[in-house]
């Protein structure tokens, strides 16, 4: 619910259990008051403290820099006072960057404002709040923009600039957008945010907000595998089932930046957003716009776990739109760890035969399959099969494929080109670049210029060439290489916008493809993506021991339905390590559910267990899909002497909505000897529910009070890296 206080100029925007207030001061500034645990409607302006030195107000002339840099304001700009970072800025043709914005109107209404060219949330039970700020001198306009959706502790936050065709000045460039600007009006916080690198994406760090500015960002590109869009303020005594905490996140793939800033007053600015510092964007009054990314702010008043669970229902029911969002999805076996580039037509038939035989329904063609691809050196552009290894072209295979009953998936890396193709050879000017500068390669590729509409054409005609001469029913869209040479501010954008028109584009001429997108691994694992792609593949590296701490990252913020996730051999391609074959696939069933080996040259015990663990995942897939996490443990936790019987497991449960099935899972990172059993208390259960459950081959019944608060013994599960599944369902 959206309310306007008229007498207060205050807006109340109320969730079910949270509210954020603003309010209009001075007739002109628009000013942050409240964000936290829902109050009813009322007068609470006294929070913005205009009495309290130093916020003088800005009646009194002699003091409004003070006022400016000291003031809360909902979206700051620069060079008036306000010497934190501004949320907007400009650049006239003059040169001149001055520009403030002011209050004009405002308006409540269902539904909300839908970008023609952005991903973003949609759906039913929308209400919507929109601040009209204005320049005059420069006849711009700015529309704030602030959705929530029924019964979701989120608010969607964006805004819109435009300028008024009348006016007579010519243009101007907007130098910074952000999606969304928070002054909160202290800063006992600490920052939970997600680093890492290739094989090692999405490491969780939580530390306290000092002075100064604590900023995370991408200028690669792309979302990235250094740093997540995301990261959420709690409060040093926050849990995982207690206490604030407030969640921040992008529905962008792009650069960004995402920050808190501890002022000299001891407030924190939260600020996330498009990335300024290779920003720009020319406005004109015929018509220019620019629009920013949607920002999600997310609220929970217990702990990490429940502002998790807000952004999984919200990207499930409000971001995802692919109608694999609530299906079951099939199996998949892809071949590139089973043989990366080295393969034949005999081999995948091999390959295939074995896994339909052992439940699998889907096989994903990865890499190498096209041109003339022996190695990442060639042939990217070059969409069409290599006839050396697929003689006849993909027929051969998908009839193999038909005949066993399997669906076919085929991997395309569309943004990119090998110098070492005939598309280069004939489109050189397509890439990104910077006149008569170097043309820096990596992984010997260019990227493709997605911004221009042409080149995005020549792309797509040569993927629908392939997916109407095949029955491919998934793809996997990769991109393994970040922006170099960008020819100008701004131009990371567009490449974004390009990338999207063309994702659209496909998902809906192919409104059934199961689409999968990838970036070397995890490096586009964003909620923009999600508005294209129910599932994400999230790294490189499948070791399970690895994969608990990239998955409990990415689940932060990001629905487990969506984390690609699959099982591999052992030792572990990207680091060497053993680790039970059972255990592999309880940690990727904690995702989207694969394989990715050749299932020709496992061990018999190995391969025994595929149709067990396909019956599993397909029994507990709904869960996983619509059904809520409570992570019980922390693969982050430091081991060891300080912290015996604290750390070294991990553990979740999902739990119906009915909460009538659940299932559990545990992982004993390190054993230890002579130790007792560990107990785990269960959440989200019912609990007057009775529960049973087998265990051993031994049945068991307790209430959801007793799994609850008395918990769950764990024995030593005799080895490192061992594992337990357990299966809920109410009696
Ligand atoms: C990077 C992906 O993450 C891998 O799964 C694989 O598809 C390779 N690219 C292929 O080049």
Same mark, same amino acid.
């Given at each position: 619910?959206?309310?306007?206080?008229?007498?207060?100029?205050?807006?109340?925007?109320?969730?079910?259990?949270?509210?954020?207030?603003?309010?209009?001061?001075?007739?002109?500034?628009?000013?942050?008051?409240?964000?936290?645990?829902?109050?009813?409607?009322?007068?609470?302006?006294?929070?913005?403290?205009?009495?309290?030195?130093?916020?003088?107000?800005?009646?009194?002339?002699?003091?409004?820099?003070?006022?400016?840099?000291?003031?809360?304001?909902?979206?700051?700009?620069?060079?008036?006072? !306000?010497?934190?970072?501004?949320?907007?800025?400009?650049?006239?043709?003059?040169?001149?960057?001055?520009?403030?914005?002011?209050?004009?109107?405002?308006?409540?209404?269902?539904?909300?404002?839908?970008?023609?060219?952005?991903?973003?949330?949609?759906?039913?039970?929308?209400?919507?709040?929109?601040?009209?700020?204005?320049?005059?001198?420069?006849?711009?306009?700015?529309?704030?923009?602030?959705?929530?959706?029924? =019964?979701?502790?989120?608010?969607?936050?964006?805004?819109?600039?435009?300028?008024?065709?009348?006016?007579?000045?010519?243009?101007?460039?907007?130098?910074?957008?952000?999606?969304?600007?928070?002054?909160?009006?202290?800063?006992?916080?600490?920052?939970?945010?997600?680093?890492?690198?290739?094989?090692?994406?999405?490491?969780?760090?939580?530390?306290?907000?000092?002075?100064?500015?604590?900023?995370?960002?991408?200028?690669?590109?792309? /979302?990235?595998?250094?740093?997540?869009?995301?990261?959420? @303020?709690?409060?040093? &005594?926050?849990?995982?089932?207690?206490?604030?905490?407030?969640?921040?996140?992008?529905?962008?793939?792009?650069?960004?930046?995402?920050?808190?800033?501890?002022?000299?007053?001891?407030?924190?600015?939260?600020?996330?957003?498009?990335?300024?510092?290779?920003?720009?964007?020319?406005?004109?009054?015929?018509?220019?716009?620019?629009?920013? *990314?949607?920002?999600?702010?997310?609220?929970?008043?217990? =702990? #990490?776990?429940?502002?998790?669970?807000?952004?999984?229902?919200?990207?499930? !029911?409000?971001?995802?739109?692919?109608?694999?969002?609530?299906? !079951?999805?099939?199996? @998949?076996?892809?071949?590139?760890?089973?043989?990366?580039?080295?393969?034949?037509?005999?081999?995948?038939?091999?390959?295939?035969?074995?896994?339909?035989?052992?439940?699998?329904?889907?096989?994903?063609?990865?890499?190498?399959?096209?041109?003339?691809?022996? /190695?990442?050196?060639? /042939?990217?552009?070059?969409?069409?099969?290599?006839?050396?290894?697929?003689?006849?072209?993909?027929?051969?295979?998908?009839?193999?494929?038909?005949?066993?009953?399997?669906?076919?998936?085929?991997?395309?890396?569309?943004?990119?080109?090998?110098?070492?193709?005939?598309?280069?050879?004939?489109?050189?000017?397509?890439?990104?670049?910077?006149?008569?500068?170097?043309?820096?390669?990596?992984?010997?590729?260019?990227?493709?210029?997605?911004?221009?509409?042409?080149?995005?054409?020549?792309?797509?005609?040569?993927?629908?060439?392939?997916?109407?001469?095949? *029955?491919?029913?998934?793809?996997?869209? !990769?991109?393994?290489?970040?922006?170099?040479?960008?020819?100008?501010?701004?131009?990371?954008?567009?490449?974004?916008?390009?990338?999207?028109? @063309?994702?659209?584009?496909?998902?809906?001429?192919?409104?059934?493809?199961?689409?999968?997108?990838?970036?070397?691994?995890?490096?586009?694992?964003?909620?923009?993506?999600?508005?294209?792609?129910?599932?994400?593949?999230?790294?490189?590296?499948?070791?399970?021991?690895?994969?608990?701490?990239?998955?409990?990252?990415?689940? @932060?913020?990001?629905?487990?339905?969506?984390?690609?996730?699959?099982?591999?051999?052992?030792?572990?391609?990207?680091?060497?390590?053993?680790?039970?074959?059972?255990?592999?696939?309880?940690?990727?069933?904690?995702?989207?559910?694969?394989?990715?080996?050749?299932?020709?040259?496992?061990?018999?015990? &190995?391969?025994?267990?595929?149709?067990?663990?396909?019956?599993?995942?397909?029994? #507990?897939?709904?869960?996983?899909?619509?059904?809520?996490?409570?992570?019980?443990?922390? *693969?982050?936790?430091?081991?060891?002497?300080?912290?015996?019987?604290?750390?070294?497991?991990?553990?979740?449960?999902?739990?119906?909505?009915?909460?009538?099935?659940?299932?559990?899972?545990?992982?004993?990172?390190?054993?230890?000897?002579?130790?007792?059993?560990?107990?785990?208390?269960?959440?989200?259960?019912? *609990?007057?529910?009775?529960?049973?459950?087998?265990?051993?081959?031994?049945?068991?019944?307790? /209430?959801?009070?007793?799994?609850?608060?008395?918990?769950?013994?764990?024995?030593?599960?005799?080895?490192?890296?061992?594992?337990?599944?357990?299966?809920?369902?109410?009696?």
């Amino acid at each position: 619910m959206i309310t306007y206080l008229e007498d207060a100029r205050q807006f109340q925007i109320n969730t079910p259990h949270s509210t954020y207030a603003l309010a209009v001061v001075d007739g002109k500034y628009l000013c942050h008051v409240y964000y936290g645990k829902r109050l009813e409607p009322q007068n609470l302006t006294d929070l913005l403290r205009l009495d309290h030195p130093p916020f003088v107000p800005s009646k009194n002339e002699r003091e409004t820099a003070s006022f400016m840099d000291c003031a809360p304001f909902e979206y700051p700009v620069g060079n008036t006072g !306000d010497y934190r970072e501004a949320a907007f800025g400009i650049e006239t043709a003059e040169g001149y960057s001055v520009c403030a914005l002011c209050y004009v109107s405002h308006r409540i209404y269902n539904g909300k404002y839908n970008s023609r060219i952005l991903p973003h949330t949609w759906g039913n039970g929308a209400e919507t709040l929109e601040i009209t700020l204005e320049n005059v001198q420069l006849g711009l306009t700015a529309i704030l923009s602030y959705t929530i959706f029924e =019964g979701l502790d989120a608010i969607i936050r964006s805004a819109r600039f435009e300028l008024n065709a009348d006016h007579p000045a010519k243009n101007l460039t907007v130098t910074r957008a952000l999606s969304a600007s928070l002054d909160m009006d202290d800063s006992r916080f600490e920052m939970i945010s997600l680093y890492g690198s290739w094989a090692r994406e999405r490491q969780a760090e939580r530390l306290p907000v000092r002075h100064g500015k604590q900023r995370i960002d991408s200028l690669r590109g792309e /979302s990235s595998h250094q740093y997540s869009p995301f990261f959420a @303020l709690v409060r040093p &005594e926050t849990t995982e089932d207690s206490g604030d905490a407030y969640g921040f996140t992008l529905i962008y793939s792009g650069n960004f930046l995402a920050q808190a800033e501890v002022t000299q007053f001891c407030q924190t600015r939260v600020q996330i957003g498009v990335h300024p510092d290779d920003f720009a964007w020319l406005l004109d009054y015929e018509g220019g716009t620019f629009e920013t *990314p949607e920002a999600v702010l997310v609220y929970s008043e217990n =702990g #990490i776990g429940e502002m998790s669970r807000t952004f999984h229902r919200l990207f499930s !029911d409000h971001l995802i739109r692919s109608k694999w969002r609530y299906c !079951d999805r099939p199996v @998949l076996l892809n071949n590139w760890e089973a043989t990366y580039f080295d393969f034949t037509l005999d081999r995948l038939k091999e390959i295939a035969d074995e896994a339909a035989a052992l439940g699998i329904e889907l096989f994903v063609l990865d890499d190498g399959w096209f041109g003339h691809r022996d /190695s990442d050196n060639s /042939s990217l552009g070059d969409w069409f099969p290599d006839q050396r290894k697929l003689p006849g072209g993909l027929k051969p295979l998908t009839d193999r494929l038909s005949a066993l009953g399997m669906q076919f998936g085929l991997w395309f890396e569309p943004e990119m080109v090998s110098p070492d193709s005939d598309f280069y050879r004939a489109h050189p000017d397509f890439i990104v670049e910077t006149p008569e500068r170097c043309r820096t390669q990596s992984r010997a590729q260019y990227v493709l210029n997605m911004a221009r509409g042409d080149v995005q054409r020549a792309v797509y005609d040569q993927i629908k060439a392939i997916l109407d001469s095949a *029955p491919i029913s998934y793809i996997k869209w !990769d991109m393994n290489r970040q922006l170099t040479e960008v020819p100008c501010k701004g131009f990371a954008h567009r490449y974004m916008l390009g990338v999207y028109s @063309l994702m659209e584009r496909l998902v809906s001429e192919y409104p059934d493809l199961l689409l999968e997108t990838c970036s070397g691994g995890g490096a586009r694992f964003d909620a923009g993506m999600l508005y294209y792609s129910p599932q994400i593949w999230a790294s490189d590296n499948t070791d399970a021991k690895e994969r608990l701490r990239i998955q409990y990252g990415a689940s @932060l913020f990001m629905p487990p339905s969506a984390i690609g996730a699959h099982v591999s051999v052992c030792p572990n391609h990207a680091l060497g390590r053993n680790t039970p074959f059972e255990t592999r696939a309880n940690v990727a069933m904690n995702g989207t559910f694969g394989y990715e080996l050749d299932v020709t040259r496992l061990p018999d015990a &190995e391969k025994a267990q595929i149709p067990e663990q396909i019956r599993r995942y397909k029994e #507990i897939a709904p869960l996983i899909r619509d059904g809520a996490l409570w992570r019980l443990g922390d *693969p982050f936790a430091p081991s060891g002497f300080a912290a015996q019987m604290q750390a070294d497991y991990d553990a979740w449960i999902y739990v119906a909505s009915d909460k009538k099935t659940a299932v559990f899972t545990y992982v004993q990172i390190t054993a230890e000897a002579n130790m007792k059993p560990r107990r785990i208390m269960l959440r989200g259960l019912s *609990p007057e529910t009775q529960y049973a459950f087998t265990r051993n081959g031994k049945a068991y019944c307790y /209430s959801g009070a007793y799994l609850m608060q008395c918990g769950i013994l764990i024995e030593n599960l005799w080895g490192d890296m061992k594992s337990e599944q357990i299966m809920f369902r109410a009696v």
